[in-house]
């Protein structure tokens, strides 16, 4: 069966189209915007995650080897300091961060994933 190279282009420029005219972002963590953009907490918080976070949790939260975070953290630890507590000393899986994050950071990284993801 031979295919007309005209299909197989026609084909990849549709792809490739589709691709480049995505206005999501997946693979992307989410910046804050609007009034969070102008905390410097959360914006930092996105550097925290992006540097140490979403190889595990995913770019997005969205999970992977780590478990979701995007829209679940809150109900996960509806009091912030569990949370905090949990990324500081770490559980299960979860390593400990906080010979590696300044407390600052780890709160930053916190608020993040409660905020913007």
Known sequence: MRIPVATIVLVGALALGAACGSKSQPNVAPQPTGEQAKEAVLVEGRSVFVANCQKCHGPRGQGGVGPKL???VTNAFPNIQNQINVVTN???AMPAWKDKLTPAQIVAVVRYSREVL
């Open 70 to 72: 995007a829209g679940v």
């Open 90 to 92: 770490g559980v299960g």
